[in-house]
């Protein structure tokens, strides 16, 4: 009986012991390895509003100096706008998608023991960020133009207004003079006129003969 006994806890302790080699094996290469928790916009989202910023988090610490996030749009070329922001095991990249399409996030991360980790996510913008506004857009530097010109066309009318009055100015005294000096001519030739009336024939007779 004690046999037996002593073969059962030698075999419950071997079996304990190996179940517990299994669970702890694994854990110390992933406890060595960095890995991807979350991310904002979430790994195969369909957005209708561009995203001005997307955020990676992971399960250990980053370091900037070796961790890269590239994002690309439905072309290939990237729409990131400037340098990421760490903090803690987040890293915040700013971004600038336009086209609808589907957007590519890339990173690489090191881990704890110096191995690389690379993966991506995907996220849909449906809507592009200038649809309406690039037609309203290209309209709108002629509308503004468009008050302009009233005030253009309003300068050469304005324009053409004051030289005539400068033109009524200099070409009514002229006629004023004119009219002056027919009205001077007139009142002298009336003048002469009754003084010639005045002097009669019969009198400048009889002046002789006094």
Not at 20 to 41: F, Q
Not at 60 to 69: C, E, I, K, Y
Not at 193 to 209: E, I, V
Request: proline share 11%; net charge positive.
């Amino acid at each position: 009986m004690s046999r037996r006994v002593t073969r059962f806890g030698t075999a419950f302790v071997a079996s304990v012991a190996a179940a517990a080699l299994c669970t702890l094996v694994p854990v110390g290469p992933a406890a060595a390895h960095n890995s991807l928790t979350g991310s904002d916009p979430r790994d195969g989202a369909r957005i209708d509003t561009p995203p001005k910023q997307v955020r990676l988090s992971f399960l250990a610490r980053l370091d900037p100096a070796t961790t890269r996030v590239t994002v690309t749009g439905p072309d290939d070329a990237s729409v990131t706008t400037g340098e990421p922001t760490f903090s803690g095991s987040r890293v915040t990249v700013p971004v600038r998608p336009l086209a609808a399409g589907r957007y590519v996030v890339r990173y690489e991360v090191a881990s704890g023991d110096g191995h690389p980790i690379r993966g991506d996510i995907e996220f849909t913008l449906t809507v592009p960020a200038t649809p309406s506004s690039a037609p309203t857009s290209a309209p709108v530097t002629p509308t503004a133009a468009a008050p302009a010109s009233p005030v253009a066309s309003a300068e050469p009318v304005a324009a053409p207004g004051r030289p005539a009055a400068a033109e009524d100015g200099a070409t009514w005294w002229p006629w004023a003079l004119g009219a002056g000096a027919v009205a001077v001519a007139a009142l002298v030739g009336g003048l002469l006129w009754r003084a010639r009336s005045t002097r009669r024939p019969g009198s400048a007779d009889r002046d002789p003969a006094r």
